[in-house]
């Protein structure tokens, strides 16, 4: 059975989403399609709408038939990280052919004649990386400038110029801000993780469609970015005209449960707890605390007049730190997530697991055949004798973030907030 592999967070389930899984069938030609989607906290460093296992129903409705959960530990991570887990987890199922991605420049070539050179993180890369940093740059940023001018630009790699417009690709032939966009930096970490793990997976990506990445206005078409559904959400606006019926429905049954929509608004009250009891040397031990971040933090939270998330990052960016930096690092301490359990060397090592949220009748075929390819244990729910797999950024850490993230519901109680041990896979 041919199967594609996708790399999501349905922060919630839009239009947008579902035209990716139809594309990214048929782009492939796949039978079946699995995907790998972060937990209750995500790469942008924000608690996701909803839960985990509402959002893995939203993706069985509209044709996903294996869901698996990347971990916390990868989940709320940079780029790089990010996409090393995801792929890494793909390519441990034993069962995945191909990876589909969305991008903005839509064009496959382009992207891994980038991420081939960028794989080898030569001195030149590294030197210009170094260079854009050491004046200013954030991170992402300086990535970008850096790989600008370690690739050329993107349609010289293409033999033929007609066939990157036939993907749907408009470029400027000498523009290398492409690498730059949000979806074209996800899929050039994508490309580089499958180089890195030596996988044979195979990878194709389509155009992303209408509403960018970063959108927060919506208009009269049916595909919106999550950012501007979130924004209607909270606003108290619906979202119906972007969303299958099938994913509003189960967002309205969770927020009648009193479990949607969660944000950070929600879990301000044990963020500054953990802020205020921590010093300043046990904040400098925790992820993506970094070039002093830890006295902008302390000498912030007495100057603020109304403890905001919002007010507390508005207080402590700079022209350094980008937002998504900020908010990554305000996850980690609401998490507790150090830098010597959360490392480099522990997230090269790979997830130890294969978390399963959801499933239909193909993907209980498939879970049937990774019995015999999987190269890491397949868990469908924490018990006594599994729950240490992957050590501290491992299960613990998801049931620890599953336990934190319930704070945010205003119908807490003890079954919910370790919903991990109590939860089966959804089957649809």
């Not at 903005?104 to 260079?131: M, P, V, Y």
């Not at 209980?364 to 006594?384: N, Y």
């Not at 240490?388 to 109680?413: E, H, K, M, P, R």
């Amino acid at each position: 059975m041919r199967t594609v592999g996708i790399i999501v967070e349905y922060n919630p389930l839009h239009n947008g989403h579902v035209y990716h899984i139809q594309q990214s069938r048929k782009v492939t030609g796949a039978e079946a399609v699995v995907a790998v989607m972060s937990g209750h906290f995500l790469q942008r460093g924000e608690p996701a709408l909803l839960d985990k296992w509402s959002r893995a129903d939203m993706a069985l409705h509209q044709g996903v038939d294996l869901l698996i959960e990347l971990p916390v530990a990868y989940s709320v991570q940079p780029a790089e990280w990010f996409a090393y887990g995801a792929v890494s987890l793909l390519e441990a199922t034993g069962i995945v052919d191909t990876l589909c991605f969305g991008s903005e420049i839509g064009n496959l070539a382009a992207l891994s004649a980038a991420a081939e050179r960028l794989s080898d993180e030569s001195d030149e890369f590294q030197a210009s990386l170094r260079h854009h940093l050491k004046h200013g740059m954030n991170y992402p940023a300086a990535f970008a400038a850096a790989a600008s001018c370690s690739t050329a630009s993107p349609l010289s790699h293409v033999e033929n110029a007609d066939d990157a417009l036939e993907q749907g690709t408009a470029l400027e032939k000498s523009d290398p801000s492409w690498i730059a966009e949000p979806n074209n930096s996800l899929g050039l970490h994508y490309l580089m993780a499958l180089h890195r793990i030596r996988s044979s997976i195979i990878p194709y990506t389509i155009a992303r469609q209408k509403a960018g990445y970063h959108d927060q206005d919506v208009n009269d078409s049916f595909i919106a970015s999550a950012t501007a559904i979130r924004k209607l959400i909270m606003e108290d606006h619906s979202p119906v005209s972007y969303m299958p019926a099938s994913s509003w429905n189960i967002l309205q049954q969770a927020q009648d449960m009193g479990c949607a929509p969660v944000s950070w608004k929600q879990l301000e009250h044990h963020l500054f707890y953990q802020l205020q009891r921590s010093s300043r040397q046990q904040l400098a031990e925790l992820l993506e605390v970094t070039e002093g971040l830890e006295y902008r933090m302390e000498q912030a939270l007495p100057q603020l007049a109304e403890l905001t998330t919002e007010a507390f990052i508005a207080h402590i960016k700079s022209k350094r730190y980008t937002r998504t930096k900020l908010q990554r690092m305000l996850t980690h301490i609401l998490l507790g997530h150090r830098k010597v359990h959360f490392g480099p060397e522990a997230l090269a090592q790979g997830p130890a697991y294969i978390r399963v949220l959801g499933f239909n009748e193909k993907g209980q075929a498939l879970l049937k055949r990774m019995r015999k390819t999987a190269s890491c244990p397949i868990v469908h729910k924490v018990t006594r004798d599994n729950a240490q797999l992957g050590g501290i950024c491992g299960l613990t850490a998801d049931v620890q973030a599953t336990a934190i993230y319930a704070n945010a519901f205003s119908n807490w109680t003890g079954k919910l907030a370790y919903r991990d041990y109590y939860e089966p896979p959804i089957r649809r």
